[in-house]
């Protein structure tokens, strides 16, 4: 089979990312519904891969992203919400100094989101990464439930149970795809890089590993705290797209991590391609789902609606992915020209006898 | 002085009957991670299901209490023989991630199962004779009935299960599964039929649990396993993953940990739940096999 | 004494009641082929686990080249030049045979600290760590990156080729046949640039055929790149064959030492593999 030569590579890609460019500018087509689904697509896209990095590519399994994704949407939210709105929303107790009289811009709070997001990820990493597989799953679900609770009892921090209102819509299509683009570019060049095969052989055998010379603590904690960086983008990304905050468990809780967990598993765990498919996925299945939440209309008859459906079919899948297709759609690959190429001149040739 | 010695009574019995609680889900937590080394996430829910049957039992089909909430146990049992069966068995031989992801996927599935078939709304668990919600009264210290009837009956169900484990031939299939299945197949027992019994006794108990969680604390909703779940599982590691005593003195610990914090420091209350997590993170820093130390090393 | 490049003294490691290796010394010099043989159980392997760092010993010191490396982390006593292959086949089987043999020497250019480590202890052979982070240098392919990449994978190559492996290289490793998936073990351990090489059971399941090549690559590799080797092996006539000393182990405990027809003719030796027959 033809290898295809670096220069054709390039110009697919260009004209791939030109099309992107193309379909992102003329968006608003589809309706302002859709394409708020469309920057939807990249903030998952974002979670995804950053999920990705730690449970597929370094394969230890945490349950800790929802916290992240937390950390760095309240960061950036109360970095960019206006002082008057702080003053008016924090009315039990007001927001401490100095974060009551800053307001930056949407890109500076973002990055800063995303460096607190990793600097936790770093605290809790470190004591949990001594722990083995299951034990290290629970404590980061337990450091998560932690985040969201302290964040659901600081009032004078994040207005506890209350929320925060009114931020402001700064997510576009163009910041979403361009930090998905990052996203892409950043963790893609670590997995094709000697880190990246250090990291794929601790996930396959991190005893061998260490023999190789690898620390591997080190390893899965550099992995980790890249993944909370990420993480929190995604978070202060979504902040400003949902414009509004609650620490409740439904909304910044496990169920978010489980979310993310959904998209990787049926893209292919350890795949950022397959980590983007995931998120493709899981936005259109949600949504297409959340039509049997309201009621249908079939021929004339209307199929009540029934509330909630959509996370039971999603989790019935779920189940199903990984009982009798757990590689996912990816596997551990990722999409490339080459690997299309071969596969359509696969069928093409195999039709042609 | 003398509010504070009624109030200590009351937290104390009070302790008594959340740890029990407690120790009662985490039991079916430390008998399914000894046999299988799995950590089944979706065992919170299946105590939510339980107290899901008890009240439909009563309110639909219009059962006399007591007859529902027997009949509730055995499906419950029933459902977590099928989970089993269908989710985890077929994993068996897979990587540990794997089931361990399952059971997560099960967990979320029989949440919105819930949230679907039952329907999101907390429904008040009215369904039991105005008996259990009265109070002791001695002088001038109060305690729920309820708390006494948690504690006899905890404590019966876990006379049943030493009886279970150390009387009988299953009980012993049990204890050897846990320490090595191949060798005990290899010595006649069925390992599928002792797995399933594991997951219906455990089940079963979660069940127990549920109907008495939902008699104290009277409201089900779809949600209401996720926090109790987690806890009664730090119960289990706190007292030592895979040991049945471990679970047991766990439960007991957090159930006191927990009501005594807040009863010290009722400011505290809206951190209730992290004293468990705060707990957890503290003890697989330190000690992560736990109190009854179960697992020791794995040989390379 | 002074040409010791490895040497056990007293090494004792229990497992909670079981003593799995009892007081045992033993040493080895610059350029010697020595095996370590027994009978099943008797704690070969994990004399290896506790020489690479898997496990600490209960009691007694480890020296290579003199340095007290007992309970140093595995990857820190790698990168001072002791590689490993193991008894079960622990090749990272997802990825290709050159990935597995580039990952050993990953940490020659990442890890800072045992850099410096090894700087210190031979400054000719280890150069200064530069400053740079080299997270970033990977991630934005930097030149001098993307140089560095290029002499791991030509180096791998080479080493590959030198292992009759060159032509597997894109194939995934657990793809390969048996013997060539040990052969490739043995390549993936001399990717770490080791001084000392520990092989355990590396002819475990090979016909006769593959055990004589097998021998005589040994030797070769030996030769190019002035290796000592440590092994541990249950087929006889491989270990008396090639090695120059053997150590006997039987129940944790050293009950023969010695050049191969002595311990072959080791009355204690026959007994612990044989229980009381006569050899004939």
């Known amino acids: 089979m033809k290898k295809l030569s670096f220069k054709v590579n390039l110009i697919l890609t260009i004209v791939f990312l030109i099309g992107v460019y193309f379909f992102l500018a003329n968006a608003n087509i589809f309706g302002d519904y859709w394409s708020r689904i469309i920057t939807l697509i990249a903030i998952y896209g ?67 989101g995303g460096l607190v997001a990793a600097f936790f990820a770093f605290l809790i990493g470190y004591p949990s990464l001594r722990l083995t597989g299951d034990y290290f799953a629970i404590a980061t679900l337990a450091f998560a439930e932690i985040i969201r609770i302290l964040i659901q009892n600081s009032y004078g921090l994040t207005n506890g149970t209350l929320g925060l209102k ?131 209309n079939f021929f004339g008859f209307t199929i009540p609606g029934v509330p909630g459906m959509s996370m039971l079919m999603l989790s019935a899948i779920f189940i199903l992915v990984m009982i009798f297709w757990r590689r996912g759609v990816m596997g551990k690959s990722e999409l490339s020209w080459q690997s299309m190429y071969n596969f359509f001149k696969k069928r093409v040739g195999d039709e042609n006898g | 002085m003398d509010a504070n010695l009624n109030s200590f009574v009351q937290n104390f019995f009070n302790s008594l009957s959340l740890g029990g609680l407690y120790a009662l889900i985490a039991v079916g937590y430390t008998m399914v991670y000894g046999i299988l080394r799995l950590i089944n996430f979706a065992h919170g829910d299946i105590f939510m299901m339980g107290t899901y049957f008890a009240f439909y039992a009563i309110t639909l089909f219009l059962l006399p209490w007591w007859l529902g909430f027997l ?11 099928s989970i089993e069966k269908i989710a985890y068995r077929p994993l068996r031989n897979a990587p540990r ?30 369904v039991y004779p105005k008996f259990f919600s009265e109070m002791l009264v001695m002088g001038k210290i109060r305690i729920p009935i309820l708390t006494f009837i948690t504690i006899i009956v905890t404590a019966f169900l876990f006379l049943f ?26 010595m006649g027992a069925n390992v599928n039929n002792v797995i399933s019994i594991t997951f219906i006794v455990g089940s079963s108990f979660a069940a127990v649990a549920g109907i008495l969680w939902a008699m104290k604390y009277p409201q089900v909703q779809p949600y209401m396993g996720f926090t109790p779940g987690l806890k009664a ?9 895979g040991s049945i005593q471990g679970a047991i003195v766990g439960g007991f610990l957090l159930g006191f940990l927990e009501i005594m914090i807040v009863g010290f420091f009722p400011g505290l209350a809206g951190y209730r739940d992290v004293f468990a997590y705060v707990t957890l993170v503290i003890i697989l820093m330190f000690r992560p096999t736990g109190i009854f130390k179960v697992y020791s090393e794995q040989k390379v | 004494m002074a040409d010791n490049i490895l040497r056990l003294e007293r090494m004792t490691i229990k497992f909670g009641g079981l003593t799995a ?21 008797a704690g070969k392997t994990t004399v290896f686990n506790v020489i690479t760092g898997i496990y600490k010993p209960s009691s007694g010191k480890v020296y290579f080249k003199g340095i007290d490396i007992t309970g140093l982390k595995p990857h820190l006593i790698n990168q001072m030049g002791i590689a490993r292959t193991f008894q079960n086949i ?104 080791p001084t000392l090489l520990i092989l355990d059971e590396p002819a475990a399941g090979m016909n006769p055929q593959e055990s004589q090549r097998l021998l005589e690559s040994i030797r070769k590799i030996m030769e190019d790149f002035s290796l000592t080797i440590l092994l541990i092996e249950h087929d006889m006539k491989f270990v008396m064959n090639i090695c120059e000393r053997i150590y006997v182990l039987d129940y944790g405990k050293l009950i023969s030492h010695g050049t191969p027809e002595s311990v072959q003719n080791d009355k204690k030796v026959i007994e612990a593999y044989l229980g009381d027959e006569i050899y004939v």
Not at chain 1, 207 to 223: E, S, Y
Not at chain 2, 161 to 186: E, F, H, N
Not at chain 3, 98 to 103: K, Q, R
């Open chain 2, 233 to 241: 599982f730090i119960a289990a590691v706190i007292g030592g993953i």
């Open chain 3, 21 to 41: 290796v009892d007081d045992l010394s033993m040493y080895i010099n610059k350029g010697e082929l020595v095996g370590l043989i027994g009978p099943n159980g």
């Open chain 2, 71 to 81: 009949v509730a146990i055995c499906i419950t049992g029933l459902l977590g023989y």
């Open chain 2, 97 to 126: 991630i794997s089931s361990l992801i399952t059971a997560i996927g099960v967990s979320f599935f029989l949440e919105s199962f819930a949230v679907v078939v039952f329907g999101g709304i907390p429904k008040s668990f009215n």
């Open chain 1, 46 to 112: 974002i979670m995804a891969i950053s999920y990705t990095l730690v449970n597929g590519i370094t394969g230890i399994f945490s349950l800790g992203q929802a916290g992240f994704i937390a950390i760095g949407a309240y960061t950036s939210a109360l970095l960019t919400l206006s002082i008057q709105q702080k003053e008016m929303s924090f009315f039990i107790q007001p927001l401490i100094w100095p974060l009551n009289s800053i307001q930056i811009g949407f890109f500076p709070a973002t990055i800063i």
């Open chain 1, 166 to 296: 009114g931020i402001s819509s700064y997510t576009t299509v163009w910041w979403a795809w361009g930090w998905l683009l990052v996203t892409v570019i950043v963790i893609g060049s670590l997995k094709f890089s000697s880190y990246g095969r250090a990291l794929r052989a601790i996930s396959e055998d991190p005893v061998a590993a260490k023999v190789m010379g690898i620390d591997v603590f080190r390893h899965q904690m550099m992995a980790f705290v890249i993944s909370g960086f990420f993480a929190g983008v995604s978070g202060s990304l979504y902040a400003h797209w949902i414009t509004t905050l609650d620490p409740r468990p439904a909304s910044l809780g496990v169920m978010l991590t489980f979310y993310v967990l959904i998209m990787i598993v049926i893209g292919g765990l350890g795949s950022i391609s397959g980590a983007i498919i995931g998120a493709i996925f899981f936005a259109f299945v949600s949504q297409w789902l959340r039509m049997f939440e309201s009621n249908v």
């Open chain 3, 90 to 193: 622990r090749l990272f089987s997802d990825m290709t045979v050159l990935e597995n043999t580039m990952v050993g020497q990953h940490s020659y250019f990442t890890n800072r600290k045992a850099l410096k480590f090894l700087h210190a202890q031979d400054p000719q052979k280890y150069p200064k760590p530069s400053w740079k982070p080299w997270l970033f240098s990977a991630i934005f392919k930097t030149p001098d990156y993307t140089k560095v990449e290029k002499m791991m994978r030509e180096k791998a190559l080479d080493l590959l080729e030198k292992m009759e492996l060159k032509k597997y290289a894109d194939l995934k490793a657990s793809a390969l046949p048996y013997g060539q998936q040990r052969k490739l073990e043995i390549a993936r351990a001399l990717a770490t640039n």
């Open chain 2, 161 to 186: 299960l030493w009886v279970l484990l150390y009387k009988t031939k299953t009980g012993l299939a049990m204890r050897a599964i846990a320490v090595d299945i191949p060798t005990t197949s290899l």
